[in-house]
């Protein structure tokens, strides 16, 4: 069921590229700030490096807004990630693909005439308060950043 802006975002818990646990409502609590949580299939694949690294190239831009990038690959890869492009935002490892499926975006896919089950390339604008502000699905990564220049203007 896809997330509609002014419907809280799900809270969540999850490792870090540094093993340490994050949890999202303690990240809006702390830094009273929005969150741009977004969902991708897989830590340096072309898209994904693509879009991640275009957030990057913006954080200077999107004023306090936090990045939080999520997949299922283990804190260990996520670091190489991000240790590799130089990202400097948080990455967060979703093995079991539970938040994911909290937020809608696990489902199916298809690549090659072959179906399977995968991260739905989405991502969402939290306000401080919690609530989804903005939800972009299937969301490509070429459109990732100025789609959120634009909802933050």
Do not use: N
């Not at 298809?110 to 939290?126: D, E, I, N, P, Q």
Request: hydrophobic fraction near 35%; include cysteine.
């Amino acid at each position: 069921m896809p997330l509609e802006p002014g419907t809280p975002a799900p809270d969540f818990t999850l490792l870090d590229q540094h093993g340490e646990p994050f949890r999202l409502s303690a990240s809006l609590a702390v830094r009273g700030t929005r969150h741009f949580v977004y969902f991708y299939p897989r830590a340096d694949t072309g898209g994904c490096t693509a879009q991640a690294c275009g957030l990057r190239d913006v954080l200077d831009r999107i004023g306090g807004t936090e990045v939080v990038g999520i997949s299922p690959d283990e804190p260990g890869a996520q670091a190489r990630f991000d240790v590799k492009h130089g990202l400097g935002f948080t990455l967060l490892s979703d093995p079991d693909h539970a938040v994911a499926e909290s937020y809608g975006t696990w489902g199916e896919k298809s690549l090659y005439g072959r179906t399977y089950m995968g991260v739905v390339r989405s991502a969402f604008l939290v306000d401080p308060s919690g609530a989804i502000e903005a939800a972009w699905y299937k969301v490509s990564p070429k459109r990732t950043v100025s789609q959120l220049l634009q909802a933050l203007r």
